[in-house]
């Protein structure tokens, strides 16, 4: 069973990428050449991922003491990825892009992650160049961020230390100018950066050259204590070996040192580490600390860093699906060739019929329609999100106005929604397999460690859920809010004159106004503790009405199509999100305009 109708038929039939090519950045291109990158990379995802999935799962990466160790297909992997210009795609012609949409970009990293998600397709390492190529200096582009986009060197995003993961606000790492002449230094105003960075994937390895970390990081008062709040927090460059201003390496190991791996559930075709700056394994330049350059301006550090949590995050979205989507497939191909009990007619079972095959019962079916209308929405809904990146980028101003208003909205949604409804596709494709979805001789239980990872990093699930609720859906005099009620009503709009879709169309107009309804009411007292009490169950519900939004609107375009098995399976797998899964927003958002206490108030003692 293969992706790419999916993709195909989301890409062009339902967003209609091919008319991107009618603006000027994107003016070379056309379905031909989407064709063309869409081939490669499910080429490379077939040939240099899928096949050592397992691989990477069971040779963990480990530490001789002096390297970090990681299989050889791992190598071979990221060479071919880097070798096909991926890593550069969305970049202007003039140094060395291809100006790929970022639609057609996430569509075709969708085969990466579907493949192998932990062997890694660049998504930091794009992610940290970008945010250089937004917020760094000349110099500091054409050094370390080309670099990267060549797959010389890659890139990693040093944020959360052992005493700080969802409160960034209580960073200890330290900057201190480093000497004489230190806001002179070409690569950026020069500072000595000495703490301890936890969590930090792709923190050491030998897969490239060099590794250029971004580093969250204090700068002291005069009084040698740290400001308070994220508003003393800048942003540095850290390379874990120096380099001059033409990007050759001088020779000299900055004193980054790795200071462990982390064994993790999943994903563990990456390396996690803990990592000691500035501690003095390697002193450089006569002394202990490590050498960093700064980002943008003092005290801008979350700001720019937030720059590429948010790519981070619908990146982190997309792999969510693609492991659902993973645990689909195999399950679908089990269930097609699994024997197992018989029907039951009028007259009950009939023993001497032979076993029929599992995907004829029912209850197979519904775990399989649930895996189904999870994945494709939530592919359906990053695609969705990475053309409106395409629109406030290359859209008239008020069109990426919109767009980013958005995105702002759709962001936590589209990370935390596949996170916790694809990763319970991939409890289903388990529960599909029976007993052998519980070993490790069939891929569906890695899918799941893998995808575990998703409502914890990037932002947990409660912390992106408080976002929603405490910031996005209010900034702005709730705008963002408004132009989402105003494509979901036109979606609606449409939907009602068309006899198959109208009943869903009134379900998904009574889903917005009462999400609407418990947004005012969870904030009617005006007091966070009461509104944000709900946080996540509002989250749920809120993404349930945007999936069932995203799910009518390509049944829209799915009902107008010729009759073909897939239109059937879209339409279905639409039904099913109306029938079995939208009615569940009601004791969600129950809770949430009562503005219950009965988790808020519990005292901890009776616990
Ligand atoms: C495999 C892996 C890879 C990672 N990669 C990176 C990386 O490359 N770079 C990087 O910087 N970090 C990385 N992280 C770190 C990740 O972002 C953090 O783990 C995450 O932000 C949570 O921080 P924490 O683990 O300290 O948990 P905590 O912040 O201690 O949270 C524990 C629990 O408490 C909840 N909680 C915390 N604060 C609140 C609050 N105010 N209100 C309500 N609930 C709250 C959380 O939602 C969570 O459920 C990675 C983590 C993992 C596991």
Not at 105 to 121: I, L, T
Not at 234 to 250: A, C, R, Y
Not at 412 to 428: F, G, M, V
Request: proline share 5%; glycine share 10%.
């Amino acid at each position: 069973m293969s992706l790419r109708p999916t993709i195909d038929f989301l890409l062009y039939d339902w967003l209609g990428a091919p008319s991107l090519s009618e603006r000027e950045r994107f003016a070379d291109h056309s379905r031909e050449t989407f064709d063309a990158v869409l081939d490669t990379c499910e080429r490379i995802a077939r040939e240099k991922y899928a096949p050592f999935n397992r691989l990477v799962d069971t040779e963990e990466p480990r530490f001789d003491g002096e390297r970090v160790i990681l299989p050889q297909a791992t190598h071979e992997a990221q060479r071919a990825y880097a070798e096909s210009g991926m890593l550069s795609a969305a970049q202007d012609y003039a140094i060395g892009g291809m100006q790929l949409p970022y639609t057609v970009e996430a569509a075709a990293n969708a085969f990466f992650a579907m493949a192998s998600v932990s062997m890694g397709s660049g998504l930091l390492t794009v992610g940290n160049a970008n945010l250089l190529m937004a917020h760094g200096s000349e110099a500091q582009k054409r050094v370390f961020a080309l670099n990267e986009f060549s797959g010389r060197w890659s890139g990693t995003m040093c944020l959360s230390e052992p005493q700080a993961g969802s409160s960034l606000s209580d960073v200890a790492t330290r900057a201190v100018p480093d000497g004489e002449g230190f806001e002179a230094d070409p690569l950026g105003p020069r500072y000595r950066l000495k703490g301890n960075k936890m969590w930090i994937s792709a923190g050491e390895h030998e897969l490239t050259e060099n590794i250029v970390h971004l580093v969250l990081a204090k700068i002291p008062g005069p009084d040698g204590k740290l400001p308070p709040g994220v508003k003393g927090i800048s942003l540095f460059i850290v390379p874990k070996k120096l380099v001059d201003t033409e990007g050759q390496l001088t020779g000299e190991r900055n004193d980054v040192a790795l200071a462990g791996l982390n064994h993790k559930c999943g994903w563990r075709g990456t390396t996690n580490t803990l990592l000691n700056f500035g501690e003095g394994k390697y002193p450089v330049r006569g002394g202990a600390g490590a050498i960093g350059y700064l980002v943008g301006q003092l005290g801008e550090g979350l700001r720019c860093m937030f720059h590429m949590m948010n790519e981070a995050r619908i990146g982190v979205g997309m792999a969510a699906t693609m492991l659902g989507m993973a645990g689909y497939h195999a399950s679908l191909d089990y269930a097609r060739n699994r024997p197992q009990g018989r029907p039951v007619g009028p007259a009950g079972k009939d023993p001497a019929q032979p076993p029929v095959r599992i995907i004829e019962h029912a209850d197979v079916k519904r775990m399989l329609l649930a895996q189904k209308s999870y994945c494709e929405g939530a592919l359906a809904l990053a695609l969705y999100c990475a053309r409106l990146v395409d629109e406030q980028h290359t859209g008239a101003p008020d069109a990426a106005d919109e767009a980013r208003l958005l995105l702002e909205v759709l962001t936590p949604i589209a990370k935390s929604w596949p996170s916790e409804w694809c990763l319970e596709a991939n409890s289903l494709a388990i529960q599909v397999h029976g007993g052998y979805g519980y070993t490790r001789d069939f891929p569906v239980e890695q899918y799941w460690r893998d995808n575990r990872l998703n409502m914890i990093h990037e932002g947990t699930h409660g912390i992106q859920a408080m976002d929603l609720l405490g910031r996005k859906v209010l900034m702005e005099q709730g705008r963002g809010l408004k132009a989402l009620a105003a494509r979901i009503d036109a979606t609606v709009q449409r939907a009602i004159h068309v006899p198959e879709l109208a009943a869903h169309a009134n379900a998904l107009s009574e889903a917005l106004q009462a999400v609407g309804a418990a947004t005012k009411a969870a904030w009617a007292t005006g007091e966070p503790t009461q509104a944000l009490a709900n946080a996540v169950p509002y989250m749920q519900a809120f993404g349930h009405t945007v999936l069932a939004w995203i799910w009518l609107d390509v049944a829209l375009t799915a009902q107008a199509s010729p009759a073909s098995a897939a239109r059937t399976g879209r339409l279905r797998a639409m039904r099913f999100f109306f029938h079995y899964e939208l009615p569940k927003i009601g004791a969600w958002l129950a809770v949430v305009s009562r503005r219950d206490l009965t988790c808020a108030d519990m005292p901890e003692e009776a616990f």
